[in-house]
C-alpha cells in the first residue's frame, strides 16, 4: 500500500498510525474521510496531533459501522487486533503535543516555528482554609503540575541544549495530564456515589414504607383471631415491635427525601465490559506514564552507559511493576462492573416477574395483605438492583477514564 498522502509529519504519530491502520481496509481516501469526519463530529481542533484517545474513539466509529453491516466476528476481530497495535505504540510514542503559531516577531525569516505547548487555561483556585477544602487540593495541585509541564516543555523547545530531554519532558506532560483527568474523575466519581447515596435512601425509605404497610395488615390479622394461640401472641407482640422500629426509621428519613425518588426509573448502562479497547488502560494509566516519564529522565542522565545504567534498571522494574498494578486494577474494575452488569439484569428481571405476579392478583381481587406483601418483595428487589445499578455506573466512569476520551460518546443508558 502506497504512503498515506497527509501533509502531517512524525510530530503526528497517531494520526500517522491511524491513516496506515484504516487505510488497509478502506484505502487511503477512505481512511483520510473517516478521521476527518471524526474530528468533524467530535470538535476537535482542526490540524492538531492526534492522541491515543483521539485514536481510539475513531476506531470505536469504524468497529459501530462494521458491526451494523453486520459481520460482528470480522468487527471483532479487527477492533482486537488495531487495540493491540494501539496499545504498543501508546507504550512507546508520547502523546504529542498540539503546536502553537509563534508569537508577532519571533524566529528568524523562513525559520522553522518552535512548537509551543499551549499552557492548560483552567484558572486553579486560591488555597482556602484548611480543612474546608482538603478533598479539592490533589486536583489543584495536578492542574498546577500541568501548567508547569507545558511550560517546561517550552522551555527545552527553545533552548537547543537541551532538546534530549524534549521525549522525556513530553512524557512527563502526558503524565500530568492524565493526573488531572485522574483527579477529575475522582470528582465525578464523589458526585456520582453521593447521587446513588440519595437514591439507595428514597429506596429504602419507600421499602421501610411497604414494610409498615405489611406489619399493619398483619397485626389487624392477628387481632382479629378468634382463638389466639399462644404463637399467634408472640407474633403479635414481634409485630408491633418491628413496626414501632420501621416508623422511627421513617420518623428520622422520609422527611430527606421525595416520595417519587424511589420510582425513579432503574440506569440500565448498554456497555460491552469485554471490548478489546479497555486494554489500552494499561499504556494510558497515569502511574504508567509516570513511570515510562521516570525511565526516559533515567535514560538521559545515563548517557552512553544506556540499559547498563544501574538507575535505567531500577526505573525499568518501576516501569514494569506500574504496568503490573495497572493491569491489575483494570481487571478488577472490569471484574467488578461485570458482576454489577450481570447482578442488575438478574434482579431488573426479577422486578418486571413481581409486577406480573402483582397485576394477575389485583386482577383476581387478591386479598390486602398477599398484595401488601408482594409491593415489599418488589420494593426489595428494586432497592436491590439500584445499589448494583449505581456501582455499575461508578466502574464504568473509572474505566472510561482510563480508556476514553475527551468529548467522546458516552455510554447510553436505557431504562
Not at 275 to 303: E, I, T
Not at 308 to 321: G, H, N
Amino acid at each position: 500500500m502506497s504512503a498515506p498522502s497527509s501533509a502531517f509529519t512524525s510530530k503526528d504519530p497517531y494520526r500517522l498510525w491511524l491513516l496506515s491502520r484504516l487505510g488497509e481496509e478502506f484505502g487511503v481516501k477512505g481512511a483520510e474521510r473517516i478521521i476527518q469526519e471524526a474530528v468533524l463530529r467530535r470538535g476537535w481542533t482542526p490540524g492538531r496531533p492526534l492522541g491515543p484517545r483521539d485514536v481510539v474513539a475513531a476506531l470505536q466509529d469504524v468497529y459501530r459501522q462494521m458491526t451494523e453491516s453486520g459481520d460482528e466476528a470480522r468487527a471483532d476481530r479487527w477492533l482486537q487486533d488495531a487495540s493491540r497495535d494501539l496499545a504498543k505504540l501508546a507504550e512507546s510514542v508520547p502523546e504529542p503535543a498540539a503546536p502553537q503559531e509563534p508569537a508577532a516577531g519571533q524566529g528568524e525569516e523562513g525559520a522553522a516555528p518552535v512548537p509551543t505547548v499551549p499552557v492548560p487555561t483552567v484558572p486553579v483556585p486560591q488555597p482556602a482554609a484548611w480543612g474546608r477544602r482538603a478533598h479539592d487540593l490533589p486536583l489543584m495541585l495536578a492542574r498546577v503540575h500541568a501548567q508547569i509541564a507545558a511550560r517546561s516543555l517550552n522551555t527545552i523547545r527553545a533552548e537547543g541544549t537541551l532538546l534530549r530531554l524534549e521525549r522525556a519532558a513530553e512524557w512527563d506532560m502526558q503524565a500530568a495530564q492524565a493526573e488531572v483527568r485522574r483527579w477529575e474523575t475522582e470528582a465525578l466519581l464523589s458526585q456520582l456515589r453521593a447521587a446513588h447515596a440519595r437514591a439507595e435512601l428514597a429506596d429504602q425509605v419507600a421499602t421501610a414504607r411497604a414494610q409498615a404497610e405489611v406489619l399493619r395488615l398483619n397485626i389487624r390479622e392477628l387481632e382479629e383471631l378468634s382463638r389466639p394461640s399462644q404463637s399467634s401472641a408472640a407474633q403479635l407482640a414481634h409485630a408491633r415491635l418491628t413496626l414501632s422500629q420501621t416508623q422511627a426509621f421513617l420518623d428520622a428519613f422520609a422527611p430527606l427525601v421525595g416520595t417519587q425518588d424511589a420510582d425513579a426509573p432503574l440506569s440500565m448502562l448498554q456497555l460491552d465490559l469485554r471490548s478489546p479497547r479497555f486494554s489500552l488502560g494499561v499504556a494510558l494509566h497515569p502511574d504508567v506514564l509516570r513511570a515510562r516519564y521516570g525511565l526516559n529522565v533515567a535514560l538521559w542522565q545515563a548517557g552512553e552507559a544506556g540499559e547498563q545504567a544501574p538507575s535505567v534498571q531500577e526505573a525499568r522494574r518501576a516501569l514494569t511493576q506500574a504496568e503490573a498494578l495497572a493491569a491489575a486494577q483494570l481487571d478488577n474494575t472490569l471484574n467488578a462492573a461485570r458482576g454489577h452488569q450481570d447482578a442488575l439484569q438478574e434482579l431488573a428481571r426479577r422486578a418486571l416477574e413481581i409486577e406480573g405476579r402483582a397485576d394477575k392478583l389485583a386482577r383476581v381481587g387478591g386479598d390486602p395483605l398477599s398484595r401488601a406483601r408482594l409491593t415489599l418483595e418488589w420494593r426489595q428487589v428494586r432497592a436491590a438492583a439500584r445499589v448494583q445499578s449505581g456501582r455499575l455506573e461508578e466502574a464504568v466512569a473509572l474505566l472510561e477514564a482510563l480508556v476514553g476520551e475527551g468529548g467522546g460518546d458516552q455510554p447510553q443508558s436505557a431504562t
